[in-house]
């Protein structure tokens, strides 16, 4: 049994998604406690919760202690399977966070898996915007032999959520290393800025506009594209992902979303900010996909290596728990002003 202490390194939610994952994966049995032991309000959140019973329904898990507050529970996995399933978080819970637990078992199901999830949050606070994953998160698997494509039906947000999205993925027996050691020439810069129900505002034009101002020192012009969205008349909100693409296929990405009393023009400064931090560092990962990427780095057979600009505490987790739980190395160095993560 895979014995996993949650209150260890970051002490969040990462643990325990990567930790079930793994399991699902290896079709161990897993104790972990301690969940989420250094967050404000340590246990299990409504996000957490859904993305453990979906991580079960993949691989036909038992599961003791999955309820609401529960610092600790057994996941004990059979085999990993295909097919539709269903998710439901109930309230502005990320979406993408879910995804992010689930989709490694994916990678392993015997059959196509066809995951429908509804009542959460597309574009919500402390987690990626849902099309940072579609733009920069699910290229990168492509490149490792991971097919997956993401349909958004309606965009949610905080406080109520009522986001909806499904996602299709089709196994594949190997995933394929990386090396993104060399960042090359920018080639392209490109984004997607969404509002839902505040056209008559013009949010999506005035992030864009904003993010385009701040992005003109760089070698390519931004190709931002204005989304006025009426998929969710229940919740309003707006988001803006940005992205650019090296001439050595390296994908770095930056996001914010719109909130209560910050103004359009702040969420495209603040996304424009993040993407040219990664793009002046050139690092040829940006900073949330290096945790990301590592579990399916640790799956793979052979060397990858990458660059980012921070060790960030998820980045250190990530690292720390697959070599605890797989048979795997990472080794961390430091070039100049950037850390070079490379698996054996």
Not at 9 to 14: A, E, Q
Not at 69 to 76: A, D, H, N, P, R
Not at 307 to 327: C, F, G, M, P, Y
Request: hydrophobic share 40%.
């Amino acid at each position: 049994m895979l014995e996993i202490d949650g209150s260890q390194k970051s002490g969040s939610g990462t643990i325990l998604r990567l930790a079930v994952a793994l399991a699902a994966i290896l079709a161990e049995p897993l104790h972990i406690y301690n969940i989420r032991q250094k967050r404000p309000r340590p246990g299990l959140k409504p996000q957490h919760l859904e993305a453990v019973l979906t991580a079960a329904k993949l691989c036909g898990a038992t599961v003791t202690g999955a309820e609401l507050g529960s610092k600790e529970l057994w996941f004990t996995p059979t085999g990993i399977v295909g097919g539709d399933v269903e998710a439901k978080i109930g309230t502005a819970g990320s979406i993408p966070m879910l995804l992010i637990t689930v989709l490694p078992i994916c990678v392993f199901a015997d059959d196509l898996v066809c995951i429908h999830i509804s009542n959460g949050g597309t574009d919500v606070s402390h987690s990626p915007t849902i099309n940072y994953l579609r733009h920069v998160f699910f290229p990168v698997l492509r490149r490792m032999g991971l097919e997956a494509t993401l349909t958004v039906h309606k965009y949610g947000y905080y406080p109520k959520g009522m986001g909806e999205v499904s996602v299709a993925v089709r196994s594949t027996p190997h995933l394929a290393p990386i090396d993104l050691e060399h960042l090359g020439k920018l080639e392209s810069l490109k984004g997607v800025s969404v509002c839902t129900f505040l056209a008559d505002r013009k949010v999506a034009e005035r992030q864009a506009t904003s993010a385009q101002h701040l992005l003109k020192t760089c070698e390519v012009e931004a190709d931002i594209q204005v989304v006025n969205d009426f998929s969710n008349p229940l919740q309003r909100g707006s988001s803006l992902t940005l992205w650019a693409q090296t001439s050595t296929n390296a994908l770095v990405g930056g996001d914010a979303i719109g909130e209560l009393r910050k103004t359009s023009e702040a969420v495209g400064r603040e996304a424009a900010e993040n993407l040219l931090q990664e793009i002046e560092a050139k690092a040829t990962v940006d900073v949330h996909l290096a945790d990301l990427l590592i579990p399916y780095l640790a799956l793979t057979e052979g060397r990858s290596v990458f660059l980012t600009r921070s060790l960030t505490a998820h980045l250190e987790t990530n690292i720390w728990l697959v070599q605890k739980i797989l048979d795997v190395t990472f080794r961390i160095s430091k070039v100049k002003h950037l850390y070079r993560v490379e698996k054996d």
